[in-house]
T-cell receptor
Framework: DVKVTQSSRYLVKRTGEKVFLECVQDMDHENMFWYRQDPGLGLRLIYFSYDVKMKEKGDIPEGYSVSREKKERFSLILESASTNQTSMYLC????????????FGSGTRLTVV | GQQLNQSPQSMFIQEGEDVSMNCTSSSIFNTWLWYKQDPGEGPVLLIALYKAGELTSNGRLTAQFGITRKDSFLNISASIPSDVGIYFCAGQLTTSGTYKYIFGTGTRLKVLA
């Protein structure tokens, strides 16, 4: 069964900490995405990547960065966590040329205290 | 960032009832997708639509790609308790040139047994 795996289901971090959210896919997909999900706001795109070492800003990149050193792994970094970054974070991937939408991970619920 | 207008935001229905939800946009899309997110999980693709006017079913679910290419609806017939969750529409712009999808804000469905 093909998968997008997010390393943590739940995380609690302190304000100011540097936080790493990891995502790995086993489908050899070129495209990977990070979204955050908040009630009433739906899914908002933070960053995406079309290839190794490539990254592009989404709609809400402020306070975040990403790393894609290998094709299968896409990491989201919160440089200095703040309470307004408490959210559900979803990783997704899709193959180049595919119009079958994304495969999502199960999400990481991050709480910043 | 752009988002789709999805309605209703939430609905409580009795088991056995039919459910209808829709998404509208001011932009033209070349693909419409419908996802379901179970509590604590990532969204899972239910139905994909690729042509204006297309009507596609998946079990008790039926979705249509609007003729104007600016809207889509999802119907669930004879709802059951496991239909509970958040339903998202997603559209791919014709001019995006990328594999980015725009997501609706979600419809939260609760089914009363």
């Amino acid at each position: 069964d093909v998968k997008v795996t997010q390393s943590s289901r739940y995380l609690v971090k302190r304000t100011g900490e540097k936080v790493f959210l990891e995502c790995v896919q086993d489908m050899d997909h070129e495209n990977m995405f990070w979204y955050r999900q908040d009630p009433g706001l739906g899914l908002r795109l933070i960053y995406f990547s079309y290839d190794v070492k490539m990254k592009e800003k989404g709609d809400i990149p402020e306070g975040y960065s990403v790393s894609r050193e290998k094709k299968e792994r896409f990491s989201l970094i919160l440089e200095s966590a703040s309470t307004n970054q408490t959210s559900m974070y979803l990783c997704a991937s899709t193959a180049m040329g595919s119009n079958y939408g994304y495969t999502f991970g199960s999400g990481t619920r991050l709480t910043v205290v | 960032g752009q988002q789709l207008n999805q309605s209703p935001q939430s609905m409580f229905i009795q088991e056995g009832e039919d459910v209808s939800m829709n998404c509208t946009s001011s932009s033209i899309f070349n693909t419409w997708l419908w996802y379901k997110q179970d509590p604590g999980e990532g969204p899972v693709l239910l139905i994909a639509l690729y042509k204006a006017g297309e009507l596609t079913s998946n079990g008790r679910l039926t979705a249509q790609f609007g003729i104007t290419r600016k809207d889509s609806f999802l119907n669930i017939s004879a709802s059951i308790p496991s239909d509970v969750g958040i339903y998202f529409c997603a559209g791919q712009l014709t001019t995006s040139g990328t594999y980015k999808y725009i997501f609706g804000t979600g419809t939260r469905l609760k089914v009363l047994a």
